[in-house]
């Protein structure tokens, strides 16, 4: 147990999970987009939806789309940060069956790329990405991680666990999924260290690769 479980975020609002929670998921969000937000649909479920609102967390989860981390005291005035940034945004409530009561989902589009993502709230700030492009995932994104989506073809698995080993880059953990047999696949990787950026430029050109996104909160 670390003292951040003991004592929680250092944050601005009255909640750990409602408030710099949401902060926490938008800005992981916006940096597994790897640009800045344009458009985010915003759909709130369960707690979220019922007392996020007084919490903040409208505001909280347009703070982290805009980079903002859980004690910055601009979190109140996302809103018109966001308006003179030209991030439009729209938020509504959805109920989403079997997710996590503090869940957020985010369809979020920048010049180039486009993402939807699950997210929740565990309490004390600490998040889970539940779900990316209706792919389960299961990540916090307290490590760097990397995220490949690819045909479901053989050989990926180990040309990118050999390109990682070639890098110096330990693996962590990691996680398989697809959609079905010879279908939609995505790995999630934990890593001990920082991925280079050629290592990522390789990736994107490897024959069944689709999208390649990486996440290092390190960075900063």
């Known amino acids: 147990m670390s003292i951040f479980d003991i004592l929680g975020p250092v944050m601005v609002g009255p909640s750990s999970s409602h408030t710099a929670g949401a902060v926490r998921i938008g800005n992981v969000c916006r940096k597994l987009l790897g640009e800045d ?6 759909f709130l479920h369960g707690s979220f939806a ?3 609102k007084g919490h903040g967390t409208d505001k909280a989860l347009i703070a982290g789309l805009l980079g ?3 004690d910055n ?3 109140p005035n996302s809103f018109e940060i966001a308006k003179k940034a030209n991030l439009d945004f729209s938020i509504s409530k959805i109920f989403i069956e079997d997710a996590h009561p503090n869940s957020v989902l985010l369809k ?3 010049e180039n790329r486009s993402l939807e993502i699950l997210a929740s709230s ?3 700030g600490r998040i889970c990405i539940d779900k990316i492009d209706d792919i389960e995932t299961d990540f916090t994104g ?3 991680t990397l995220i490949v989506h690819n045909l479901d073809q053989p050989g990926h698995v180990a040309e990118v666990a050999s390109m990682l080993a070639h890098k110096g880059v330990n693996i962590a953990t990691m996680k398989l999924y697809r959609n079905k047999k010879g279908g939609y696949a995505v790995m999630i990787i934990e890593t001990d260290q920082a991925i280079p950026a050629e290592a990522l430029a390789w990736l994107h ?5 689709i999208k390649v996104t990486y996440l290092n909160i390190r960075d900063e």
């Open 37 to 42: 937000v344009k458009n985010a649909e915003i």
């Open 50 to 52: 019922e007392t996020g």
């Open 68 to 70: 903002m981390d859980t």
């Open 73 to 75: 005291l601009e979190i």
């Open 108 to 110: 979020l589009k920048s």
């Open 122 to 124: 565990r309490g004390g």
């Open 142 to 144: 307290d490590y760097p």
């Open 205 to 209: 050109r490897v024959e069944g690769v």
